[in-house]
């Protein structure tokens, strides 16, 4: 009995919902404003007569979402998205309509691969509607040109502001650190240009911050450190110079961490270790010439670490070992020497490792097991002091390493070792002790072990 009341009390709710939905129109100066934007962007020219009532549920389309926002008895347009199907896409020489950030009651704005051909700017009228405004992403707009307005830091509700891939250039401006709600901000993939504003530092609510592949250049501001919510930085593939800060030892909640492909130099923070949350550690390509902190390996969480290419020195940290969760591991082309430690072998989620073309030396550490669930991700190539056993040699058929006293050389294609072996070889022969002491070193030390 009960539940059949309550039925038909949802049931009366549901129809006058939908009742009330139905009988409420727009308001007619922001249904104005909506068919100019549509003229600008769309490229369905009937837009206006074919969704006379744009938010009506009958004739509403991908790409828009109505509320009955404010307090009239109207539905407003609360989300636009633009670009991909199913969303309108645009027409050929669609621009920035300016209006669109008039509508007052839009929340979310989305523009994706629409201006290709005519140059437009992001431009905020002086009547934007500020408050309500909480989300813009304008990607991939190759004709989206210009400088970022300074304006911007008038839509103080964003959330979330991405402009990235299109074609913007020019320096960050300082006032967006007045966007205090910010969230996320990417501005990857432009061509940016001056240092990071250390004002950014201000943005104390944001979790991801993307500038990579710009034109920036300078120092990495030491306040990017009071972003203690922050979850993932991406400064890659810019002209930044100097050390990571020390104040990064207090971006506890980091996971994501890319510096690549910069001009970053010298030591890495003392604080390292507190990053304890950082899974992605990427940072190939720069000019770091140190050696590898043996802090690294206090990183428990890491499951990519990348530091290709990048001048270090000295022996592999055996720490790593303790980076269980680590599954990609690249420090190739580096000037790394000594043997490899013997405990990477232990990294049971490992499957992509180089320690290509470096100075490493000794027997390679690696049984059947390891060697043949790596296969063609384990690149030793070019470490011509390295060496495989016999018994190895058999488990694999990995290219540029040599069989340790050079007894077999159906597999080497590159440097062959020297000496005699029994499996621990020993490079010592008068001509490797004058020529090749390091590596004789290394093998004397595997062979004590
Ligand atoms: C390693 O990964 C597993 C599964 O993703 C996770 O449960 C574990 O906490 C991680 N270990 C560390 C030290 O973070
Ligand atoms: C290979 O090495 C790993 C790690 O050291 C070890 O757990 C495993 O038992 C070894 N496998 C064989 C067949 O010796
Ligand atoms: C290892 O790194 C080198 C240098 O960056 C690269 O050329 C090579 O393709 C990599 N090997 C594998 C197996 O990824
Ligand atoms: C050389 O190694 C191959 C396997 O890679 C093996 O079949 C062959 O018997 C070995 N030859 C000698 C002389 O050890």
Known sequence: M??????ILLFLSLACTTFSVHSMTMDSSEKETLFRVMETLSSDRNWKASHPEPCNPGSS???????????DNHLHV???DFGNPPNPTCKKDATFPPEILTLPFLQSLFIFNCFKTTKTTLSIPSKAHKLALQQLTLKSNPALVGVITPLISSLTSLQVLTLSQNHLFGKIPEGISSLTSLIHLDLSYNSLSGSIPSQLGSLRTL???DL??????GPIPASLGHLSLLQKLDLSSNSLTGRIPDSFESLSFLSFLALSNNKLSGQFPRGLPK????????MDDNPMFTSLPFQLGRLAKLQELRLANSGYSGPIPWSFSWL???????????KLSGPIPAGLSELSRIYHLNLSRNSLGGVVPFNGTFLR?????????????????????TETAMLGVGICGGANKSVSTMQQPFGRSNGASLHCSLPNLLLFTPICFWSLYQLLL
């Open 212 to 217: 990579s592949y710009n034109s920036l250049s």
């Open 2 to 7: 009960s539940f059949s009341l309550q039925t």
């Open 275 to 282: 990053l304890r949350n950082l899974q992605y550690f990427i």
């Open 78 to 80: 609360t989300r636009l």
């Open 324 to 334: 269980t969760n680590l599954t990609t591991l690249s420090l190739a082309n580096n």
């Open 61 to 71: 389309w991908p790409g828009i979402e109505c509320k009955p926002a404010g307090r």
């Open 373 to 393: 669930r790596l296969g063609r991700n384990l690149d030793l190539s070019g470490n011509p002091g390295l060496c495989l056993t016999g018994s190895q040699v």
């Open 207 to 209: 979790t991801g911050l």
